[in-house]
C-alpha cells in the first residue's frame, strides 16, 4: 500500500512538473503580449528548479499587433532568469536577474510622436511631450544584462536611412510596474570613434508611442579621433546631460580638444566648447543652440543643426557663426601656422557655415557667406608697417621733408569685407582696406589651394598727386592733379592684384598704360 501511495505521489509530481515549462511560457508571452500589444511568439522554454529555479528560452518575437511591419518590435535570440520558488508556482512575479543575448530592438514610425512636430528657428522639431501609457509589465525584474544589443529606429521620412546603436555593455535595474528602468551602458560610436559611457533613466515605455518614451542621464565621451573626418585632426573629450523623448532630447554638454588642428597647416590650437542641443534619437538629426567655442583668445557662437537633407544619405552641417570676441593673430596661428603672425588686430566675424556631406577635404567642401572686419589692425613685419606710415603721411599730403614723425611710431589699418566660399575658392564682393588719408577698394577671387590672388578695384588718396611731394616735383606734377581728383577724392585710380601670398603683384592702368607697383 504504501509502495503505491509513493509511486502515485512520483506520477503526480512528474506530471507537475513537466507542466512547469507550458504554463510559465504562458505567462511570459501573456505578460509580454499586454504590455506590447503584441503578438508574441516563443520557439523554446525550460525550467529547472536546482540548485535554484532558473527559466532559460530561445527565439523571442514580439510584433506589434496594430502595425503591419514585417521586423519585429523586439527579438531576443536567447535568455536566462534567475527567479524564485514561489515565482515558479505561480504565487508572485519576482524575477532577480535576466540576461538577454542578442536582443535587437526595432523602433518602426508610428504613432503621435510621430506626427506632431513644431518649428525651432523655422527647422522641424519632434514633439517633446512624453506618452502617457497607462499598462504595466505584471513582473518585477530586479536587474536585465543585455550586453550586445543593437538599436534600431526607423526614420518618420521615408528615404532616410535607419539610425542604430550598438551598445556593448548595458544593464537595467528595478524594472517594475509603471516604473523607469535605471540603466548604466557603454557603446562605441562609429564617427569619429570613441567610447560612450552613459547612466540614468529610461522609460516607462509608450507601447502604442515609442518614440515619447521618456529618457535621461549623464554621459561622457573619451578619447574621440577627429582625424576621421578630412581636413581636421585632434583628440575630443566630452561630457554632458540630457533629458527628454526619444525624439527630441535635449543635451546640454562641453567639450575639449587640447590638440585641435586644420591638416592643411597651422598649428594645433586647444579648442574647449560649451554647447546645448535638440537631438531626434530617432534619425540622429540634431539642433544646435548655441555652440560657444574659444580658443586662445577668440571666441565664436553658433547656432545650426547637423541635419540629413532630402535626397542625401548622409548629414549635413549648417551653422550662422559670428564672433564674440577674436584676435586676428589667433585665427592666423590655427590657419597658417604662423609663430609670428603678419598681422595682429580685432576681427569681427558673421556668416552662414556649410559643409555638405562627402569625403573631400572640410575646407574644399566647406561653404560659407558671410562678412567681415579687422580693426586697427598692425603688422608684424617692420619693412610693411614702414611703408603703411609713409603711405598714409603721403596720402594725407605730409611729404618726406614734413614728415616729424618718430621712426618706431605706427599707424593702425582697417580691413572689411562681404566674402563667399565655394570650392576652395573665396570671392570677394567687396574688400576694403584702409589707413588715415588712403583707401583700396577690390573685388575678387582668393584660392585656398594656391594662395593667388585675382583683384580688381581702385586706390584713392585724400591728398592731391602733386601734394605728396615737396618742391619743384610738387609744381611739376600740379598740372596733372585734375585728371586724378575724381569723387571727393584728391587721388583715385584704378588697380590690380594678382600673383600669390607670398609675391603679389600690384599694378595700376593710366593714361590706357599698365604700370607695375613695386
Known sequence: MLFLLALGGAIAVDRYMKGFGPRIKQRVIEALRQRFDADVTLDSLQVSLFPEPNVTGEGLSVRHAQWADPRPLIYIRKFSARTDLSTVLDRRNHVDLVRLEGLEIHIPPRGRAAENDTQIDQRPV????????????????????????LLE?????SGKAPLQYSIEKLTLRSIGPGLPMSFQAKLT????????????????WQRDDPRAT???GNYSFQNADLGVFSGISGTLASAGSYAGVLQHIEVSGS????????????????????????VNGTDGDTILDPVDAR?????FLCRGGVVRLDGTPRKTVTLDAATKGARMEDILRLVMGDNKPFATGAVNFQTKIVIPPGSADVLDKLQLDGRFSLDSARFSS???????????????GITKQQDARPPEQTVASNLDGQFTLHGGVVHFSRLAFAVPGAAIKLAGTYNLRSSSMDMNGDFRMQATLADTQS?????????????????GAGFLVPIKVSGTREHPEIGTTVFHHEFTIH
Open 471 to 487: 618742391g619743384l616735383k610738387h609744381w611739376l606734377l600740379k598740372p596733372l592733379d585734375p585728371f586724378f581728383e575724381k569723387d
Open 153 to 157: 529606429i526607423e526614420p518618420k521620412a
Open 189 to 204: 560610436n562609429a564617427k569619429p570613434p570613441g567610447l560612450i559611457d552613459s547612466s540614468g533613466r529610461f522609460g516607462p
Open 255 to 278: 567639450t575639449d580638444t587640447p590638440n585641435f588642428a586644420l591638416k592643411r597647416g597651422g598649428q594645433p590650437v586647444h579648442l574647449q566648447a560649451t554647447f546645448h542641443s535638440i
Open 214 to 216: 521618456p529618457v535621461s
Open 382 to 396: 617692420p619693412e610693411v608697417q614702414r611703408r603703411l606710415s609713409t603711405l598714409s603721411d603721403r596720402a594725407r
Open 295 to 299: 580658443f586662445l583668445k577668440t571666441e
Open 126 to 149: 519632434a514633439s517633446g511631450e512624453a506618452g502617457h501609457d497607462a499598462t504595466r509589465l505584471k513582473f518585477l525584474i530586479e536587474t536585465i544584462v543585455a550586453d550586445g544589443t
